[in-house]
Each structure stands twice: as C-alpha cells, then as structure tokens.
C-alpha cells in the first residue's frame, strides 16, 4: 500500500518533467524551417542546403563547375543534395536529444502505445 502511495507521489514531478520535455521539443520543431545545413560534392563545385524539415532551399554550382558534362552534374547533385541532407538530420537529432535529455523518443512512445 505505501509502495503505491510511494509511486502516487512521484507522479506529479515525473508530468511536470513530461510537461517541459514536450515544451522543448515543440520549441525545436518551431526551429527546424530555420535549420540549415549544408553539403558539397566535387570539391565544393556543387553546394546544396537543406532545412531542419530536410527539405532541399539551395542548389549552387560553382563557376568552374563543368555545366557541359550533364551526368557529372546530376552525380555531384546528388551527392552534394545527400549530404545536405545527411548534415540536416544530424543536427535534428542532436537538437532533439538536447531536447529529450537523449531519451529515445520511439521508445516512449512504444510504450505509451503511440
């Protein structure tokens, strides 16, 4: 009996840190439009930068770039835009631990039935 007691009490600190917890990761999803990062390929002659939504917002060639030589383009494209996303999610991730308190998320929320 005192054991649930026990248990009763401490459930009000654990929703109040549930509670911050969920203010943070709202504050970090505001954020991701605003996250960028970027990737490049070819030694910088292609560039490409993606959001924290990973969503591509800039493709830049390089002047020396070899504009005649369409399947190098697409190849470094791609990889540059890869990159950029690559970068994009490894900064979400770590916003989101910072978050969290690098609680796994997918955990929690297999838990909770979510």
């Given at each position: 009996m005192f054991d649930n007691l026990k248990m009763l009490s401490q459930l009000g600190p654990m929703m109040q840190q549930a509670r911050q917890m969920q203010a943070k990761i709202q504050e970090v999803q505001a954020r991701l439009p605003r996250i960028?990062?970027?990737?490049?390929?070819?030694?910088?002659?292609?560039?490409?930068?993606?959001?924290?939504?990973?969503?591509i917002t800039s493709i830049t060639y390089?002047?020396?770039?070899?504009?005649?030589d369409a399947e190098l383009i697409a190849d470094l494209t791609r990889a540059a835009v890869n990159q950029a996303i690559k970068n994009a999610q490894a900064i979400v991730q770590k916003e989101m631990?910072?978050?969290t308190g690098g609680m796994d998320m997918g955990a929690l929320q297999q838990m909770l039935g979510q």
């Open positions: 960028t990062a970027t990737g490049s390929a070819g030694g910088s002659l292609v560039t490409a930068t993606a959001n924290g939504l990973f969503e390089a002047t020396t770039a070899p504009l005649t631990a910072d978050a």
